[in-house]
Structures are given as structure tokens and as C-alpha cells.
């Protein structure tokens, strides 16, 4: 019997084994501790367990002897106890890293959205001072009311028989500040 050397360009074999490994989808499983700690982090759990404890040590000391379960120093209570600490500590763990990821996410998100609000208000102040300076080079509504104005003089004076010279003064900035 010879042995093939192992190929990286193929997948192993699997091995089988005697017991299956077990399946679990760890979206849900997720889930669900997140679920179970929220619930540790109420007031109601502090509630329930209080009362868990309370019965447990009020059973084991007013109880009938031949009833009691667990003596003074109450080793199954203080048992029970640590195997719901052992179990708790790892699902509050397994919650916080699976918050500490979609925080992480919505950081990256709300970076990116504000780096995207910075290029767009850049790009507007850009669009803005390029409208300030096109409307510089228009003119402006008193300018050419002004200029109707005058043209509206020459014509009366014209229709009237005066004839005034053609030769203006320009306004203030002259006609090439206004476009004209």
C-alpha cells in the first residue's frame, strides 16, 4: 500500500469518524446569545434570580429534614450558580463581539458617508463661486434700467426734434464690468 503525497491543488479526503461533529448555523446562535444577554442585563433577571436563590436557601432551611436537598453550606446552590456564570460569561462575550462588529460596520459607513458630504460640499462651494463670479460679468437690473432710461430720453428727445449727442458717460465700472 502506497500513499499518495498530498496535492494542493485537491481537497483532502474527509475523514470519517464515530461520532458526527455537530451543525450549527452561527448566525442564529449568535442571535440567541445576544438575546440571552440583554435578558442578564435587566432588572426582571435580578428579579427571577433573587427569588431562585431566596426559595432555594428558604426550602433548604425551613423545609422538613427528610426534604431538604441542600445543607448550610448550600454546595448544589453555589454549584448551580457558577455553571450559570460559566455558560453566561462566554454568551455575553460572544454578544458584545458581534456588537463591536456592526459598530465597527456603521463606523465605516458613517465615515465614508461623511467623507462623501465633505466632497459635496466642496464641489458646491465650487459651484457657488463659479456662479458669483458669472454673475459679476451680467448686468445688473439697475444697470439696465438705467440704460433703457437713457435710450428712452434719447428717442423722446429725438421724436421732439431735440437731438442730444450720442456720447455718454459710462456708469460707474464702465460698460465692461457689466458685460456690455
Not at 428579579?47 to 431566596?54: E, H, K, L, P, R
Not at 456662479?131 to 440704460?147: K, M, P, Y
Not at 435710450?151 to 449727442?165: M, N
Request: hydrophobic share 35%; proline share 7%.
Amino acid at each position: 500500500m502506497t500513499t499518495r503525497p498530498y496535492r494542493l491543488d485537491q481537497p483532502l479526503e474527509q475523514r470519517r469518524t464515530l461520532l458526527p461533529k455537530p451543525h450549527y448555523d452561527p448566525e442564529s446562535f449568535g442571535r440567541l446569545s445576544e438575546r440571552f444577554a440583554r435578558f442578564l442585563g435587566t432588572a426582571r433577571f435580578l428579579v427571577y434570580m433573587t427569588g431562585f436563590v431566596a426559595v432555594w436557601i428558604g426550602w433548604n432551611i425551613l423545609a422538613p429534614p427528610a426534604l431538604r436537598f441542600d445543607s448550610y453550606p448550600f454546595i448544589f446552590l453555589t454549584l448551580m450558580l457558577s455553571l450559570q456564570a460559566s455558560y453566561a460569561a462566554p454568551l455575553i462575550l460572544l454578544a458584545q463581539n458581534r456588537q463591536g462588529d456592526r459598530d465597527r460596520v456603521q463606523y465605516e459607513q458613517d465615515r465614508a458617508r461623511g467623507e462623501r458630504t465633505v466632497a459635496d460640499t466642496e464641489y458646491l462651494a465650487r459651484e457657488i463661486a463659479g456662479l458669483r463670479q458669472a454673475l459679476s460679468e451680467v448686468a445688473t437690473r439697475d444697470f439696465l434700467r438705467s440704460e433703457l432710461q437713457q435710450t428712452l430720453k434719447e428717442l423722446d428727445a429725438r421724436h421732439d426734434g431735440r437731438h442730444e449727442p450720442h456720447h455718454r458717460v459710462p456708469p460707474e465700472g464702465g460698460y465692461a464690468s457689466h458685460g456690455l
